[in-house]
T-cell receptor, first 113, second 114 residues
Framework: DTAVSQTPKYLVTQMGNDKSIKCEQNLGHDTMYWYKQDSKKFLKIMFSYNNKELIINETVPNRFSPKSPDKAHLNLHINSLELGDSAVYFC????????????FGNGTRLTVT | AQSVTQPDIHITVSEGASLELRCNYSYGATPYLFWYVQSPGQGLQLLLKYFSGDTLVQGIKGFEAEFKRSQSSFNLRKPSVHWSDAAEYFCAVGGYSSASKIIFGSGTRLSIRP
């Protein structure tokens, strides 16, 4: 029944590794997002996809590459992980309508050591 | 540029007391405004939203918020808090379409004193 699900919930890895976070939504929404929440709880948008097309790409290092195989999935791949990538990453989705709120997943806590 | 300011980083109130969390925004047109709540280890859940009409909006869990254009504010209120309301609260602005970004404030952590 989970509307927006992310896996894994926790991810601990070493610097230099490559990792992926998966996100799936079963709400039939057209738009999906990745947000990064830092240690001070500040939430910043990273990417947005609408029907598999990239529409928002904030100033994010090229090491971060989103992939949307279909409109229900938006995965985030991170190459050459750095200490500063440690954060909680939230996937979200919304319908393609005005004033649509975001529906969030429960987050993936990434710790880079 | 659009922005959201939540001036209070941390607020503590007694259980049963009233609550007001402040939010000020900057936006070039009539904004869409949201309040979200984040419980520990969880994602964000929508409490309420405003985009037009009555400036006092009701949300879930007994929360309400009032849009004041003259003050560029959208403060969240609850008449009587419960211990389960302890969480992080985020105000957000934006969202005309999926191509628009929803911008979040820095959050206010609410603690409840027994």
């Amino acid at each position: 029944d989970t509307a927006v699900s992310q896996t894994p919930k926790y991810l601990v890895t070493q610097m230099g590794n490559d990792k992926s976070i998966k996100c799936e939504q079963n709400l039939g929404h057209d738009t999906m997002y990745w947000y990064k929440q830092d240690s001070k709880k500040f939430l910043k948008i990273m990417f947005s996809y609408n029907n598999k097309e990239l529409i928002i790409n904030e100033t994010v290092p090229n090491r971060f590459s989103p992939k949307s195989p279909d409109k229900a999935h938006l995965n985030l791949h991170i190459n050459s992980l750095e200490l500063g990538d440690s954060a909680v990453y939230f996937c979200a989705s919304s319908p393609d309508e005005e004033n649509s709120p975001l529906h969030f997943g429960n987050g993936t806590r990434l710790t880079v050591t | 540029a659009q922005s959201v300011t939540q001036p209070d980083i941390h607020i503590t109130v007694s259980e049963g007391a009233s609550l007001e969390l402040r939010c000020n925004y900057s936006y070039g047109a009539t904004p869409y405004l949201f309040w979200y709540v984040q419980s520990p280890g969880q994602g964000l859940q929508l409490l309420l939203k405003y985009f037009s009409g009555d400036t006092l909006v009701q949300g879930i869990k007994g929360f309400e918020a009032e849009f004041k254009r003259s003050q560029s504010s959208f403060n969240l209120r609850k008449p009587s808090v419960h211990w389960s309301d302890a969480a992080e609260y985020f105000c957000a602005v934006g969202g005309y379409s999926s191509a628009s970004k929803i911008i979040f404030g820095s959050g206010t952590r609410l603690s409840i004193r027994p």
